[in-house]
């Protein structure tokens, strides 16, 4: 090779160089979101997580990518978090209750996690304390098995006769044990019968539903999960079928046909895990920021359901409703 062509090719190395460094430092940081859900499922909350985000300066597609990892089966998720792990994202975001937290814990110990739970994240080993978690993780708790014993007492309320009451509990989820407890203890408070039964598979869902049809509880009481707000359209429907009041934590579930909810804004939640990512983006450590406690609820009343099963709400309930769907 010739001196001159020499120079020229090292002086185009050398043009070349910064530009493609400029341009690796430019990539946007990628998030990795972890659910059990399918996305059709969850298209309103993942409307208030992008909300989220973009209060803290961050826009998908634009200055920030999201590689989002669905699971629709419990068993699936510690590959899928492996997956994550492997493509080095900048954070992981668990949206879907402790399965999908545990699964990113255990894949890794050093890309920060933000988790969405139902309970108490520090009895389940996710994070050392609330104002001070400590490691790899932080996120937002909405307290959902703790209102175990009010929405007992609500529906007490809306069904001053009832007595057998239905609990559809899923075996997977770890926070159970928090709300079997609260079950039991409120229930026999305030004169309820309760029957614990599991469901942690669509195929499970129809078989307790075809023993509650031939027993006859008096209500349908679904425990908080994930799994039953992705299957909130098949639980409506065959507490339709046979005609059976069904309360829960989830609004989802009581604006396709569930009779009545009580629980966390969970929409907003999925917002604040967005700012929290951002935070995070932005350099904050998840050991410093605490974990965000859900302390608005809201009652919202299907009154719908109520006409299709011949109840009258009590004015009582109505007046203290935060939304009534008509």
Known sequence: MKRREFI???????????????????????????????????????????QGLKETGYVEGENVAIDY??????????ELAAQLVRRQVAVIVTTAGFATA?????????????????????????????????????????????????????????????????????????ANTTTLREVEAAGRAIGFQTQIVNAGTSREIDTAFAAFARERPDAVFLGTDAFFNGRRLQLANWASRHALPMTSGSRDICEVGGLMSYGSNIVDSYRQQGVY???????????????????????????????ILDLEIPPTLLARADEVIE
């Open 277 to 307: 990512v951002g935070r995070i983006l932005k350099g904050a450590k998840p050991a410093d920021l605490p974990v965000e406690q859900f302390a608005k609820f809201e009652l919202v009343i299907n009154a719908q359901t109520a006409r």
């Open 69 to 78: 990892r669905w699971a629709e089966q419990t068993e699936r998720l510690p």
């Open 102 to 174: 545990l699964a990113a814990k255990g894949a890794t110990t050093t890309i920060p996690i933000v988790f969405g739970v139902s309970d108490d994240p520090v009895k389940h080993g996710l994070v050392a304390s609330l104002a001070r978690p400590g490691g790899n993780l932080t996120g937002v708790n909405l307290l959902s098995t703790e209102l175990t014993a009010k929405r007992l007492e609500l529906l007490r309320e809306m069904l001053p006769r009832a007595s057998r009451i239905a609990v559809l509990v899923n075996p997977a989820n770890t």
């Open 8 to 50: 020229s090719l090292l002086g185009g190395a050398a043009a070349v160089w910064p530009f493609a460094a400029r341009a690796q430092q430019l990539a946007p940081p990628v998030i990795g979101f972890l659910e059990i859900r399918s996305p059709e499922t969850i298209t309103e909350r993942l409307r208030a997580f992008r």
